[in-house]
């Protein structure tokens, strides 16, 4: 098979199936004597299991797999996979976790729970600044102390930084959280969050069938190399 052949298949240019022979990506192809590669069916199998893997585990993740796999390192990709799926689980269950606390939303005093910019940032595992860039977003809304200009953060703060935390998981842009937020916070109830959630749920399951695909291609490749 010529670098053509193999790219017709998936609508590709030679120049990508040659970059992902150069990355790992594809075993190395044999050459004619006048320096062409030549590919065979075992590269067509590689290819065909790269692009199943990224529809469900991401570019990186796959060229990572295929990588290990090419060099022999099997069990180092069969972990790589594993997580990805630990991954996907830790997703579904953000995802519950959000449903979770949107079904119990209810009014919160505001002196009730303070906290700070610190402890907050700890508390859901990211920085501080990222917290700044939220609250100049208008995502989360901290008081200031009078005294020493601290960021205060009441009960309501931390629950709405804990829904944009949790919905920035779920791949959502600021831009598309903002409106959310200030929904929830004016209808106090979970309503205008039911499409994004039934969207996140449809794109997690989404996901995980790409990986049964991605899976089974995987196999036939494996398979094709032992014999």
């Known amino acids: 098979m010529r670098p053509v052949d193999l790219a017709r298949e998936h609508g590709l240019s030679t120049q990508a199936v040659r970059n992902y022979e150069s990355a790992g990506i594809l075993p190395a192809a044999e050459r004619t004597a006048h320096g062409y590669r030549t590919y065979t069916p075992l590269h067509a199998h590689a290819l065909r299991a790269f692009l199943a893997l990224a529809a469900g585990h991401g570019h990186r993740t796959a060229a990572s797999i295929m990588q290990a796999v090419n060099r022999g390192a099997v069990e180092d990709a069969l972990r790589l996979i594993d997580d990805s799926h630990a991954q996907l689980l830790e997703d579904r269950r953000t995802l519950q976790a959000v449903e979770a606390a949107l079904r119990d939303l209810a009014p919160v005093p505001q002196e009730r729970g303070d906290t700070f910019i610190g402890p907050l940032a700890r508390k859901l595992g990211i920085r501080p600044a990222t917290l700044r860039k939220w609250e100049n977003a208008g995502l989360v809304r901290p008081r200031r102390d009078p005294q020493t200009g601290y960021r205060v953060y009441s009960a309501a703060d931390v629950r709405d930084a804990r829904l944009v935390h949790q919905l920035r998981r779920g791949g959502y842009l600021l831009e598309q959280i903002a409106p959310l937020i200030d929904q929830v916070r004016s209808a106090g109830g ?38």
């Open 190 to 227: 979970v309503a205008p969050l039911e499409s994004a959630l039934r969207d996140w749920r449809e794109r997690l399951s989404a996901r995980g069938r790409a990986m049964l695909r991605g899976a089974a291609a995987l196999d036939a490749y494996l398979s094709a190399r032992d014999r």
